[in-house]
Structure formats: C-alpha cells, structure tokens
C-alpha cells in the first residue's frame, strides 16, 4: 500500500519559515519524481515545486527564491523549505509521486498552511 504523507504545516506570520515533509513508503522512492503541490480556498490545485529522481528541480515563478524543494532516497522523504512566506502562500499543500515508466501518480493527503499579515 502506498502512502505519502504531509507533516510540518502550520500558522506563521508573514516573512516567517516553515518545512514541509513528505514520508513515503509502498513505492520505490528513488524512481519517483517527488512535487509539491498547493490549494488555496477557491482556487485550483497549482504546482510550487517538483525534483526529479535525478534532482533537477522546478519552482512556480511566485515562490522562487523563497522556498528549497530537496529529498533523501535513504530516508524516502521529501522536503519543502519555505522561507519569507506571504499571506498568498496560504493554502493546502499536497505532496505527489510522480513516475512516467509505470504512469504512477500518488498523492498524500494534505497539510494546511496559513501565513498571517
């Protein structure tokens, strides 16, 4: 059975940090590409940040320069690093697994954000 699952969310004022992790297990987490996700109320689902297995990573223009997507194979986790948040973070933050091989698509189940001004 897979499971990823969201910890680290919380309240925070603006210009504050947080660090979102992503623990897995059912799935070769290597083989992954690792993302993170976000769902503001009202709003569709968007990307923040995705690594590929190989590392490469991938910011949404909003948060770039503020937050630092990273992972550890040995540890099948998955790391947000948010810095310098904005009340415009705030938001539902989604962990995903991603491989294009099998076309297997995994989706933890969510951990709420809220950045106070």
């Known amino acids: 059975q897979v499971q990823l699952v969201e910890s680290g969310g919380g309240l925070v004022q603006a210009g504050g940090s947080l660090r979102l992790s992503c623990a897995s297990s059912?799935?070769?987490?290597?083989?992954?590409?690792l993302g993170w996700y976000r769902q503001a109320p009202g709003k569709q689902r968007e990307l923040v940040a995705t690594?590929?297995?190989?590392?490469?990573?991938n910011y949404a223009d909003s948060v770039k320069g503020r937050f630092t997507i990273t992972r550890d194979n040995a540890k099948n986790t998955a790391i947000l690093q948010m810095n310098s948040l904005k009340p415009e973070d705030t938001a539902v933050y989604y962990c995903?697994?991603?491989?294009?091989?099998?076309?297997?698509?995994?989706w933890g189940q969510g951990t709420q954000v809220a950045v106070s001004s």
């Open positions: 995903n697994a991603f491989r294009v091989a099998t076309v297997s698509d995994y």
């Open positions: 059912g799935i070769i987490f290597r083989l992954y590409t």
């Open positions: 690594i590929t297995s190989g590392g490469t990573t």
